[in-house]
């Protein structure tokens, strides 16, 4: 149902012509959809041209899900005399991750996969390893990341994560003007981000301008998600600005901060990540708002309490106070759109994701609701939810707002 207001034509259109995630140039997209929707053929490079009709050969599905995975595509292959010579079935289990049928009925609750040396699949896997160990949980992360790649891979894909997440606030500050659509929104985050600065330095700021600084991060990101433009999954598109603005703040607002704490961000908000989505889900088509911005607050407030001298239980502390704090999150985006409300909720997540981490660190990680119970409850209310409050804009703040 919102396929289209999610971009899923154009995603797999370019998919098509063979552009991928990181290869990904929003001005050449442009051109290629262009040429493909006057043309009605893809171009990928070494196949020649395929006959693809954008109006008559993408076909969006209204009936019954698929039993697998709400996110069901099935891709056929016709020759010249109509006949079917390929189908292929690929579930999205959300942050860009894509399973064909085969695959995930092999995937198994109990499997890690590749043999890591930190094979935790709970949060209490993961703090009763840390003590034994005595590495924190981006040390346990990064040896994990060494069975699959060489550490110059590693630093190199951490620094390239964060420089396209970079770069995508720096864009979000800079650009103006309306999102497409038909929502008639406007880009907030510029005259935001002017504004502040603009603001800084001055007596009479207002100390509460702290949170803008947060969420106006978090909305540039959100809005270039919004207009098509590059980001990172962080664990998904609708909750991509949430990681990137708590980092960025801590860049540009803490005092004790530190480039060289860039790669322990990001190791242990993506160690809090792996829990939530081996455990629960990461998809609001699965489990509703809560499992997308309420999995980036707590993989951010993980991160800015471990770069702020958390312990590993005040990291696992700081994770479950944010997630506590987005259970039963619906997912009802406006027309489809990821506009309303998510870019603003992303700006909110920001927030909780640094109250979460100040609040552990306050502590010394005893506390009542472990993060594995949390997790659990969320993947719970996921199951309960009606799928009108599922990324299918069928219910909530989709249905209630005027169509004018």
Known sequence: FTGVGHATDRAITLGLEGFTPENYDEVKASKALSRIQST???????????????????????????????????????????????????????GGFILTKSEFSK?????????????????????????????????????NEKALHSNA??????????????????????????????????????????????????????????NDWMSVYAMAVNEEN????????????????????????????????????????????????????????????????QAEVGSASAMAAAGFCAVNGGTPEQIENAAEIALEHHLGMTCDP????????????????AIKAISAASLALRGDGTHVIPLDVCIETMRQTGEDMSERYKETSMGGLAVNIPNC
Request: charged content about 25%.
């Open 334 to 349: 406006v027309k489809g759109l990821v506009q309303v409300p998510c870019i603003e909720r992303n700006g909110l997540g």
């Open 40 to 94: 009605h053929f893809l171009e990928p490079d070494g196949l020649g041209k395929l006959k693809f009709n954008t109006s008559e050969d993408l076909i969006f599905d209204y009936g019954p899900r698929l039993d697998e995975h709400s996110n069901g595509l099935i891709l056929y292959a016709i020759d010249h005399q109509g006949d079917v010579i390929l189908e292929e079935i690929y579930f999205s289990i959300g």
């Open 153 to 210: 891979e590693i630093k190199d894909g951490l620094s390239r994560i964060w420089k396209t997440m970079d770069m995508c606030i720096k864009r979000g500050l800079e650009n103006d003007g309306q999102l497409p659509g038909g929502l008639n929104v406007k880009r907030r985050a510029k005259g935001i981000y002017d504004a502040l600065i603009s603001e800084k330095g001055k007596n009479l700021t207002p100390p509460h301008t702290t």
């Open 107 to 143: 995937v198994s609750p109990n499997e890690i996969g590749t043999e890591v040396p930190y094979p935790f699949k709970t949060a209490a896997e993961m703090l009763q390893m840390a003590r034994s160990s005595g590495k924190s949980i981006a040390e346990m992360k990064r040896d």
């Open 226 to 289: 919004a207009a098509g433009g590059q980001v990172v999954t962080a664990p998904t598109n609708g909750a991509a600005g949430v990681v990137p603005s708590v980092l960025r703040y801590y860049l540009d607002h803490v005092p004790t901060s530190s480039q060289s704490k860039i790669e322990d961000f990001l190791l242990t908000a993506a160690a809090i990540g792996g829990l939530v989505k081996f455990n629960a889900s990461i998809s609001g088509a699965e489990a509703g708002c």
